[in-house]
Each structure stands twice: as structure tokens, then as C-alpha cells.
């Protein structure tokens, strides 16, 4: 499909993986008056952020980074992938199948992980695990979005074959 809006889908397509990037630099946790690490240096150097983690253990005991694993760290390989396909692909079916499947995954793992979902570590987490929440839901609407027009062209491309089939005229004829 070729939709008449291409750069529009284009440009979508590689905003909510770079958004979701930049929410990664955003403060996340307030360790009790102390610093504001933010999500990614939080996973990435957890011995940086000791009072991070500690302040996060008070509230849910034997906390541990890894625990962040499956939140994070597919969540980021898989936007760091459709950075890299989106521009070869285009704005195509598999590109949408893949970024309203990132956005469920991730809306599923953030509110399953106990450390990020809704919660008083949630609480001093602020906007950015807000953002992070609405732009997996924003790639879940894209996505829907983009099959239905698709949808729809296919249907207006199937009513034009068919009128063209009642004048006799078809397209094979």
C-alpha cells in the first residue's frame, strides 16, 4: 500500500521510537530527596545509582535492576530496531505490525513490571513513565490507524473493480 500520506507515516513511525529514547534521559526515580537518575542509567549503572535502588527496595523488598530486564531492555532493542527498518521500509504493513506490536508489549511489561507500573515508586517517577505509558499507547493507535486506511483503500479498490465488472468492461476484458 501505497498511502497518499507517506511522509506523514514515515515521520510517525520514527517519532515514537525516538521519543521513547529521549524518555530515557528523563528523570524517572527521586530516591528521597537525593538525585534524579533517570531510567536508563538507572538500568545501565545500577552501581551509580545505589540510593536509587535502595529507595526502590523500600518499597518493594529484594528489588533488583534485573528485574527491569524485559521492561527495558527489549523494549529498547526493538525501538532501536524499527529506527533502522522504518527508513527501508517505508511506511508499510510490517512496519505498523511491528510498532503496534512494540507498543503492546511495552504497555504490557511496563504495567506488569512491579517497579514501574502504578505504584509510590510510580508516583515520584513523575512524566517521564507517564510519557513512556502514552507512547506505547500512541504506537498502539498509529498502528490500528494505518490498517484501517489500508482497509479502507482496499475497499474502495475493490468497489472500483466491481463497477468496472457491471459495465462489462472488466479489468481482465
Do not use: C
Amino acid at each position: 500500500m501505497k498511502p497518499k500520506h507517506s511522509v506523514f507515516w514515515l515521520a510517525a513511525f520514527l517519532a515514537i521510537p525516538v521519543l521513547y529514547f529521549i524518555t530515557q534521559f528523563l528523570p524517572y526515580y527521586h530516591a528521597g530527596g537525593g538525585a534524579l537518575p533517570s531510567l536508563g542509567s538507572l538500568f545501565w549503572f545500577p552501581e551509580r545509582n545505589k540510593h536509587a535502588t535502595d529507595f526502590i527496595a523500600l518499597f518493594y523488598p529484594g528489588f533488583r535492576v534485573n528485574e527491569l530486564v524485559s521492561a527495558l531492555l527489549i523494549t529498547q532493542l526493538v525501538a532501536f530496531f524499527l529506527l533502522i527498518i522504518t527508513p527501508i521500509l517505508k511506511s508499510g504493513g510490517v512496519v505498523a505490525f511491528i510498532l503496534g506490536g512494540w507498543g503492546v508489549f511495552g504497555l504490557v511489561a511496563f504495567l506488569t513490571t512491579r517497579s514501574l507500573s502504578f505504584s509510590p515508586v510510580m508516583v515520584y517517577g513523575g512524566y517521564a513513565g507517564i510519557l513512556m505509558l502514552a507512547l506505547f499507547l500512541a504506537a498502539i493507535i498509529l498502528s490500528a490507524v494505518f490498517f484501517f486506511k489500508m482497509y479502507k483503500n482496499y475497499r474502495q479498490t475493490v468497489s472500483i473493480l466491481k463497477s468496472g465488472d457491471r459495465d462489462g468492461a472488466g479489468p481482465l476484458s
